[in-house]
């Protein structure tokens, strides 16, 4: 049993199905529509997996004009539209209704053109994040967000979600790399918003659709910045006995103008099960920052001198620099396997608010307090330059009643960023899963001008129906679409 | 009629539910350094001087927040205090425009304002954490938020950034900040032309020497290198390794020359001056055909995807025979009329949105931000 409620789907819709299915087999061509309930089924959800519902129909499209094909036919139909990437949302963003249309751009996975002299690449959306960097990286560029996911999740998706990873500290997110894109509106006309100009337009529709979670239309190309990738890299790994002081440590170095391409941060909680995991040589400590710096070895020797003394000022359990890569690597293992290593002992539920840098000691103790009222444990790993903090909180899945706990739980986490100065997610976007406490962060009125975004985009409200905006605020248009 | 000076957001949100109420054109002057000659004579200027101040600068977080009239200059100089800096250089427009006033945060963010450190840093955009704003009707709104990561519902502070007022009149904006390069050194290689420089910026944009500017103006092109001593050293060593020695401008000498290529002083004066984004491998083409055609006096920045032309042929048209073929984009800063944006899906989207943001059509009417 879950508690994010969905919309009843439209029962006029589910009863015209085969005609819906027929328009869209119509009009594209053989093996673009899957209807068959046994295949739908492959849609039901995304990487929030509590919640599943096949769709009415899914549409694999090759081509932008394919794309508006099959949009032209749901909007002539009033049926809803889910736009699908690689399925890795963490926030139910792709969670299809039982009487919507999904349309992937998983087939469109092309890399169109690389220019180095202007600095960008052109990609179909359906490319995965990792494949860009690997079509550059041979002439030393590299693209800069890095999701956990970017070895699965698409470009699509990246924009859709404007995405961030361990990295954005120095590089920013989606919307910092994102020139262009060509969009497909909810009526199937397509638009090219940007481009390679750095100069960009004075209203900036780009900038509006770049998280706007599918709410807005459908992008199927991008046009990307691309950066020299850096000269060398190297981590130093710090210890620390409190929170606090941990956090003093990240204030110190951001403040001492070195500013390290990523400060990552796990508790003993996470380290325990991450070492079991990984022996990766972890002290066993109540917090543990990874920290790197790039460029050439002088520098990065300068760099790592000045977090030293910022870090041996602390008076840290342990201060440990990389001198090889293959130490480098053993630092990092631990920390990119703290996702699957939860996993491995644990259900768990991953949350993503910000903080204010200043107020992360605060935020931990305060979780540590929640977890104790709710009788879920929490293991934190998150990046702790920016603030984005990923706690995870662990229950057990099959155990009756669990699973509303861990929700009330992350609910109060949430409250609790947005209380700090911060906001109810980072990275992973809000969905379904945030979709309720949007209240929390915006007025009435906030809110509204934003649905008034999407009415000018998308008047009849189809496009990835139920996420972002909660339910009941949303109501009135949703019914007034029908 | 008398200018609008609100002192508290509450009194500009007031103000603008009057003159919605009653259609009243308003002119969003912010610090007043730019001449905003396109709206009809009758609106009333709204100038944001009396709300300034800094409400929050936490530099272990990189963050600052500060009114929409708050000075530059002020935020510049607590920033310095702390060797921070913010990183998108907005350019001052006093010089070429040759008005007065003092440019304000707002302002700068209102104008999407991004100085030559643009190739790197990226534009007040890519810094822009948060607004708060008093939309068309005099709601109070606010979007984002003051911390680094944030996707929590629409982004609409990036909307209202580069809207030059016509989405609503920012009363708040949130930025990060960054450290501020403890060197910076400038290679002058003179005796090049446009097609030349280009090519040093190209090349020299794809090391990973970070190159915090790259600007060519009176056949001398320039590139800016930033950093720890220990890494200015190193990046100097590299790229005079790979294209040759150059003349070196250090400390007060090479930040006045970035000063002035960002404020484009060398345009200064009166006549038609426009700004024109290209790729850089089209900059030379677009400098050479505005050249032959107008007699028009052209610089470039951002690695030649900025390129300023100043000359007394540089009308609309010629201008957009010029840029057209390649993509470009042009803006008339001074002394000329803007061609009107194509009608198409893109500019019927902007249209419905400041339908939505501004019912009335009282904010900066009749400006054309396409």
């Known amino acids: 049993m879950s508690t994010i409620a969905m919309p009843a789907p439209d029962a006029a819709l589910l009863a015209r199905k085969a005609t819906i299915v027929r328009a869209l087999t119509e009009a594209l061509p053989g093996g673009t529509v899957i209807s068959d309930p046994a295949e739908t089924r492959v849609y039901e959800c995304d990487a929030l997996t509590a919640y599943r519902c ?89 693209y800069a967000p890095d999701p956990s996911s970017q070895l699965a999740c698409t470009i699509a998706g ?127 400590c109540e917090a543990l920052l990874i920290v790197e710096v790039e460029g050439s070895e002088p520098e990065i020797a300068d760099e790592l001198a000045t977090v030293e003394a910022i870090a041996r000022a602390l008076d840290p359990v342990e201060f440990r620099l990389s001198t090889s890569a293959a130490e480098s690597a053993l630092i990092w293992k631990g920390r990119k396997s703290a996702f699957g290593a939860m996993g491995q002992i644990n259900d768990y539920m991953c949350l993503d608010g910000t903080v204010p840098v200043s107020a992360l000691p605060y935020t931990l103790r305060r979780i540590g307090e929640f977890s104790a009222e709710h009788g879920l444990g929490v293991a934190n790993v998150f990046h702790a330059g920016d603030g984005n903090m990923h706690p995870l909180i662990l229950f057990d899945a099959n155990a009756p009643g669990d699973l509303e706990r861990a929700e009330a739980f992350g609910a109060d986490i949430l409250r609790l960023c947005v209380e700090v100065g911060g906001c109810l997610t980072g990275e992973h976007g809000v969905g379904i899963e945030k979709r309720d406490l949007m209240g929390e962060q915006f007025g009435a009125a906030d809110l509204e001008m934003q649905m008034q975004v999407k009415d000018v985009f998308d008047p009849g409200w189809l496009l990835n129906p139920a996420k972002v905006f909660p339910l009941a605020t949303s109501a009135a248009r949703r019914e007034a679409a029908r | 009629m008398t200018a609008l000076a609100p002192t508290t957001e509450a009194e500009l949100a007031e103000a603008v539910r009057a003159a919605h109420a009653a259609r009243t054109p308003l002119r969003i002057a912010g610090g007043g350094t730019r001449s905003l000659a396109t709206e009809g004579g009758n609106a009333r200027a709204v100038g944001l001087a009396g709300l300034a101040g800094v409400r929050l600068y936490e530099p272990g977080a990189l963050t600052l927040v500060a009114a929409a009239g708050t000075p530059v200059a002020e935020i510049e100089a607590l920033l310095a205090a702390e060797g921070q800096a913010l990183a998108f250089e907005p350019m001052d427009h006093r010089a070429a425009l040759g008005t007065t006033g003092a440019p304000t945060i707002g302002g700068a963010v209102a104008t999407n304002a991004s100085g030559p450190r643009r190739v790197l840093a990226g534009a007040c955009r890519d810094h822009l954490l948060g607004v708060r704003f008093v939309d068309g009707r005099g709601q109070v709104l606010k979007s984002g938020g003051r911390v680094m990561k944030n996707v929590t519902g629409l982004d609409l502070g990036k909307l209202l950034c580069g809207a030059r007022g016509t989405l609503g009149i920012l009363t708040e904006v949130a930025l990060k900040v960054l450290p501020a390069a403890k060197v910076s050194i400038t290679l002058a290689y003179s005796d090049r032309s446009e097609a030349a420089a280009v090519a040093l910026f190209c090349a020299a944009l794809r090391t990973p020497y970070e190159i915090a500017g790259a600007a060519w103006r009176d ?33 007060g000498a090479s930040a006045e020359l970035w000063r002035d290529l960002r404020d484009v002083k060398h345009f200064a004066g009166t006549g038609p001056l426009w700004r024109i984004g290209v790729r850089p491998t089209d900059a030379a083409g677009v400098a050479a055909a505005l050249r032959e055609r107008t007699g028009a006096r052209v610089s470039l920045d951002w690695g030649g995807a900025l390129l300023w032309a100043a000359g007394d042929g540089l009308t609309a048209a010629a201008v957009q025979g010029a840029v057209g073929p390649v993509g470009g984009r042009a803006t008339a800063v001074r002394g000329a009329e803007p061609a009107a944006p194509a009608a198409d899906r893109r500019t019927a989207l902007i249209a419905g949105l400041r339908a939505r943001f501004d019912p009335a059509g009282i904010l900066n009417p009749g400006l054309v931000v396409d």
Do not use: K, W
């Not at chain 1, 399925?87 to 690389?114: C, F, H, K, Q, Y």
């Not at chain 1, 709410?215 to 606090?244: K, M, Y």
């Open chain 1, 158 to 284: 990246n924009i859709a979600m404007n995405s961030g990873g361990a990295h954005c500290l120095r590089y920013g997110v989606t919307a910092n790399n994102l020139l262009g894109v060509r969009l497909v509106t909810i009526d199937g006309e397509i638009v090219e918003l940007g481009g390679p100009l750095l100069e960009g337009p004075g209203i900036d529709l780009l900038a509006v659709l770049c998280g706007s979670e599918g709410q807005l239309g459908i992008v199927t190309e991008a046009t990307l910045r691309i950066i020299p990738a850096p000269e060398g890299a190297r981590p130093a790994l710090i210890g620390f006995d409190s929170a606090e002081v941990a956090g003093e440590c990240v204030a110190g170095i951001i403040r001492s103008g070195v500013l390290p391409v990523a400060i990552e941060y796990m508790d003993r909680t996470c380290l325990r099960v991450v070492e079991a995991y990984a022996h990766a040589g972890y002290p066993d």
């Open chain 1, 54 to 142: 096949p769709p009415l129909a899914v549409v694999l499209p090759r081509s932008t004009e394919e794309v508006a094909a099959a949009l032209r036919v749901c909007h002539a139909h009033g049926v809803p539209v889910v736009p699908r990437g690689a399925g890795t949302s963490l926030a139910g963003g792709a969670l299809p209704t039982a009487d919507s249309v999904i349309i992937g751009v998983a087939r469109m996975n092309a890399v169109l053109e690389a220019d180095f002299d202007n600095r960008f690449v052109r990609v179909e959306t359906g490319a995965t994040n990792l494949s860009v960097t690997g079509a550059i990286a041979d002439d030393g560029f590299f």
């Open chain 2, 219 to 251: 056949g001398v092109a320039y590139l800016r290198i930033e950093g720890s001593a220990v890494q200015a050293e190193h990046r100097l060593t590299q790229l005079r390794a790979r294209f040759g020695a150059a003349e070196m401008l250090e400390g």
